[in-house]
């Protein structure tokens, strides 16, 4: 049966934007801010039409490879989500500058991902190219490769100036955001572009005073599967985890005996029921055993942010309030709402029951997998204790059996071969060499052999790009 998860490519654009805004510490509104104030800027440096979309898809999409390096900003600066809005807002202390110096790794991760978002989303060529480059800095000093200008797509210099004055002016006031923006001038980005943006700065932060409102989903449809998969490269043992959610709600559902519509509404939430995620520090969910109470309120807070994000994109808000209800339980224990009983409805006791089910499944840091037969007997438990639902989670359950029959499909869908498959299913789960090897009883010579000829086909050069175009190919 064909599974329906596509949307407009308008409100995909709009989630990836907000997973990127909260993965950064900013307000969920400041990509599609940055990307109104770049608008104005291309149209005022007498850029056509194709420039000034561009400008706008390059902002909204500016940070959605910031999931894939959150691990790594969180060992430089001890708080992924902290330190980056420390960053945007030029208030690391001394300590940060220094670990900033190190940052060029996380430049190439977070631009090749970006990069293969706008080429999966079939993005024009110069959207694509901004991305690649886009903390590139007209006097060479920028990242990853230290082009100078001219070689700097002119898109880059849009959207970082319309960037640097949203957040400077909210954070430090309008007057030091102009200093600063125009001390940078042949250094950041060209002088006369920084002095045009300086004198229309107050005329177009008027302007943004008035809502843009939500956009109508209009235009070409592409698959909602994309954010999941880049709300899931946060943390590399959740690779795969949204599309997971997706397949085995909707077949729990189906047996269950939901009609169709509500199969593909319930399994588009799944995809994006982690959105929230981005939210909360990876410190705290790489945190083994119980978590403190301060630590744990970030965590209530997941639901909330999926909603409050979902709810101003127009083809996701019915998806984004059913992803909003993916941790309330039957006894009112959940969160965000602590909803109970009667107001939670067949489809949240599906989500919620697939959702603790591939918890149990998957391995974590801090513990191994529970197996079919552990996790069914602790679902069933806590079922029997009024947390959930037991048609649910037995529906849940058999929906997942079912799903263990072989694939039809060869493995590695033909791009790859068995053994090159094998080995990015463990890299992408966050398995060094080393430990693959010793899995797999071969050499790490063999492995990174492996590795360099799955990223030569791949056509990627890190490890979360190749996981996010694996996934987008169905390779893994």
Known sequence: MQVNDAVALEDVMLALAMVGDLSMGQPIDQSRRTARLAQWLAQACGGDQAQIDAARQVALLRWSGCTANADGFMRLLGDDVGGRRAMLAHTLDAAGHRAMLRTTPLAVVHCEVAGEVARTLDL???VELGLRHIFECYDGSGRPLGLRHPDIPQVVYHVVLAGDLEILSRVHGLEAALEWIGAQGDRRYPAGLAELLVRHAAEWLDAL????G???GVGSQVSLTLVGDVIDLKLSWLAGHSRQAASLVRDAGRLWGLPEERLDILAKAALIHGLGR???PNRIWSTPGPLLEGDLESVRLVPYWTHRACSQIGGLSEAGQLAAHAYERLDGSGYFRSLSGEALQAEHRLLSAALAWLALRGERPWRAAFSDEQASRVLLDEAEQGRFDPRACQA????ARGEQAP?????GNGL???RETQILQRISSGASNKEVARDLGISPSTVRTHVESVFRKLQCSTR????LKALTLGVI
Not at 209 to 212: A, K, V
Not at 407 to 411: I, Q
Request: charged share 15%.
């Open 209 to 212: 005073r008035t809502p843009e």
């Open 464 to 467: 979360a790009a190749a996981t």
């Open 407 to 411: 694939l039809a499909s060869k493995p």
């Open 124 to 126: 024009p060529g110069q």
């Open 278 to 280: 981005a939210a909360v």
């Open 214 to 216: 939500i956009r109508p």
């Open 396 to 399: 849940v359950i058999s929906a």
């Open 416 to 418: 790859l071969s068995e």
